[in-house]
C-alpha cells in the first residue's frame, strides 16, 4: 500500500463523469476496507471461543489480514483514490489489530503488557494527532504502513503456529513485539507532526 500521495481533486470534480453519479467514496477499495471491520467479528469469535486454534482460524485471520492490501492495490490499480479512503484505512487497521490483540490475550496467547501498550499508544495518538490526522495535515507515513504489516505479519505468525506447530509460537510473539515498539515510534511521529504542523514525508496514501 506504500505509494506516492495522489492529489485529490474537488468532491463535486471527483463525482464528475462516475456512472450514475456515484459519489467518490463509494468505491471498491472503500467497501473491501468495510469488509476489514466486518470481519472483525468472526475472527474475534474464532480466537476467544475455539480452545485450540485450527486451520478455520488462520484462513479466516488471512483473509483478514489481506484485505490491508487488496484495498490499497486496488485503489492504485483502479486510480480510486479517495479522503474516505484515506482516513477509513488507518482507522480500520488500528481498530482490527487493536480488537485481535485484545483476543489473544483474553486466549492466553499473548501478554497483556502487549495489549496495555498498542491500546495506550493509539489513544494518545488518537487525542493528540487525531483532529490533525482528520484535517488532512497528517497522512499515514513508511513507518507507519511497515509497523502495520509487522503487527499483521506477527498475528498471523503467531495464530499460524498455534495451529499446526505451537512450539514456534515464540516465532509470532517476537514479530508482534517488534510491531509494538515500531507501533511506539510510529505513534510518536503523528503526535510530534501534529504538534509542529509539519506533514510526515514520505506521504502514503488510500
Known sequence: ???????LPPASEAAAGRPGGRPAWATVPNAI?????LLLAPVCWLLVR??????????LLALWASTDWIDGFLARRLHQVSRVGQMLDPIADRVGIGAVVVCLAAAGHLSWWA???VLVTDLATALLAGRAAARGRIVVHLLGKTRTAVMFLGIALLVG???????LAIVGTVVVWVGVLLHIIAGAS????????SLTPPQVTR
Open 161 to 167: 503456529a498455534l495451529a499446526f506447530r505451537p512450539s
Open 115 to 117: 495489549v496495555g501498550i
Open 190 to 197: 503523528y503526535i510530534r507532526a501534529a504538534a509542529t504542523g
Open 1 to 7: 500500500m506504500n505509494a506516492p500521495e495522489v492529489p
Open 50 to 59: 475455539e480452545a485450540t486454534l485450527g486451520p478455520g482460524s488462520v484462513l
Open 33 to 37: 476496507t468495510l469488509l476489514r471491520l
